[in-house]
């Protein structure tokens, strides 16, 4: 295994929570399905999305990543790449405030030009281009 799958699998190993960064209202859609499959092997989801408000199914839904009550482990991003910028400042805003973001994760075909850069220098694990859901196959073996 190369070492950034080898971060991917610890990174996902040793997470509770996520904040979902789009998480979508439509079943078939991988901003949905991912979630919700992982919601049922019992992650802690809470999507961030103003147009999914209170909830998706079972998961909750805030308007922006200042309102998820709970510590996050990972930020996951199911965005376009063009907004991952925008996202990762207000994950590292966020971190600023209540030092509790530990990790940024863009998925898969998911870029952006300065994540890596600047989640090096809040020291926050910055993962992209990567399925969560095949990392999650990893782990459970």
């Given at each position: 295994?190369?070492?950034?799958?080898?971060?991917?699998?610890?990174?996902?190993r040793s997470a509770k929570n996520?904040?979902?960064?789009?998480?979508?209202?439509?079943?078939?859609?991988?901003?949905?399905?991912?979630?919700?499959?992982?919601?049922?092997?019992?992650?802690?989801?809470?999507?961030?999305?103003?147009?999914?408000?209170?909830?998706?199914?079972?998961?909750?839904?805030?308007?922006?990543?200042?309102?998820?009550?709970?510590?996050?482990?990972?930020?996951?991003?199911?965005?376009?790449?063009?907004?991952?910028?925008?996202?990762?400042?207000?994950?590292?805003?966020?971190?600023i405030q209540r030092g509790d973001v530990s990790c940024?994760?863009?998925?898969?075909?998911?870029?952006?030009?300065?994540?890596?850069?600047?989640?090096?220098?809040?020291?926050?694990?910055?993962?992209?281009?990567?399925?969560?859901?095949?990392?999650?196959?990893?782990?459970?073996?």
């Amino acid at each position: 295994m190369n070492d950034s799958l080898l971060l991917a699998i610890e990174t996902l190993r040793s997470a509770k929570n996520f904040a979902v960064v789009g998480l979508s209202r439509s079943p078939g859609k991988s901003a949905h399905d991912i979630p919700m499959f992982m919601a049922r092997e019992g992650y802690n989801i809470i999507g961030v999305n103003p147009f999914a408000t209170p909830a998706v199914e079972s998961v909750p839904v805030v308007e922006s990543l200042l309102d998820v009550p709970a510590a996050i482990d990972i930020v996951n991003v199911f965005r376009p790449s063009e907004d991952t910028d925008a996202i990762i400042d207000a994950a590292l805003e966020r971190n600023i405030q209540r030092g509790d973001v530990s990790c940024i994760w863009l998925q898969q075909g998911i870029t952006s030009k300065h994540g890596a850069t600047k989640c090096a220098a809040a020291g926050i694990t910055y993962i992209e281009d990567t399925c969560i859901y095949v990392i999650r196959r990893y782990v459970s073996e």
